[in-house]
């Protein structure tokens, strides 16, 4: 496999997010104050409607109660039809905050947002971090317009839905369209790959070569049983992508 073109522009901060996903759903507040004790930088909430994903998780109540056992920054996920998305918009920014009222990271899917342009808009007016979100099939085309609204843009690396799935590699470009908007325009936004990240050269490695810097990890987080030696080798990965000395 020839050598993929290096970063581009100046690396960014490596996160490292664990997805809720393969939690334990009958104590997720202390699966949460675990991910914070094992240093994860903040906590995914995939949230599924069963309808614009064949999976269904849970509600806004969930992540409320969540904040109860962790300082921990929340991402709120909105896997969830149009019809939710505008309803309950406002309840979700409003329960991913911080501790202290902070701005919590709501992910928008593009395909569930006829007006993606109003929706992000609406998230900042209410105290949240606008972020985006495309599945697989989007072209990165379908966000261009609007990369001056939001703080992240999130680039699924597999048909969203479920954990455990395999990376798909033609993403990989994707990634590295975005980025080079991103740096071309100066503008201050992280990317972030989700669904089938594990510490190897050929997920992790080469999405942060591309030019992602945050990394959603369900699966291969949890198949560590000290999650924080996880995290240690995500980043690891992470920094090697990106030609950063560790
Ligand atoms: C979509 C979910 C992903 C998933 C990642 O399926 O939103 O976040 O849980 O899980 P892994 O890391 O196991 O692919």
Same mark, same amino acid.
């Given at each position: ?84 998305? +505008?309803?309950? !918009? $406002?309840?979700?920014? &409003? #329960?991913?905050? @911080? ?84 740096? +071309?325009?100066? !503008? $201050?936004?992280?990317? &972030? #790959?989700?669904? @089938? ?50």
């Amino acid at each position: 496999m020839s050598e993929s073109a290096p970063l581009y522009g100046k690396p960014r901060k490596v996160q490292i997010i664990p997805s809720v996903l393969p939690a334990d759903f009958g104590k997720l507040g202390a699966d949460c104050k675990k991910m914070e004790d094992a240093g994860c930088d903040r906590i995914q909430f995939d949230v599924m409607d069963g309808n614009f994903v064949p999976n269904l998780t849970f509600g806004p109540d969930t992540i409320r109660w969540c904040r109860q056992y962790t300082k921990l920054p929340f991402e709120t996920q909105l896997m969830v039809s149009e019809r939710c998305t +505008d309803a309950m !918009l $406002d309840t979700f920014t &409003e #329960v991913s905050k @911080g501790p202290n009222g902070e701005p919590g990271v709501v992910i928008v899917h593009v395909e569930a947002c006829t007006h993606l342009h109003r929706n992000l808009t609406k998230i900042r007016a209410a105290g949240g971090s606008p972020s985006v979100a495309l599945n697989p099939h989007t072209p990165a085309e379908m966000i261009e317009n609007v990369l001056d609204l939001v703080d992240h843009v999130l680039v699924m690396t597999v048909n969203p839905g479920f954990g455990g799935q395999k990376y798909i590699p033609t993403m990989t470009d994707k990634v590295r369209k975005i980025r080079k908007w991103i740096v +071309d325009r100066n !503008l $201050d936004v992280d990317i &972030e #790959v989700d669904g @089938g990240i594990k510490a190897t050269k050929e997920t992790i490695g080469e999405c942060a070569r591309a030019g992602a810097n945050c990394f959603i990890a369900g699966s291969g987080l949890f198949a560590f049983d000290d999650m924080s030696e996880g995290v240690k080798k995500l980043t690891a990965m992470a920094l090697e992508g990106q030609g950063v000395a560790p």
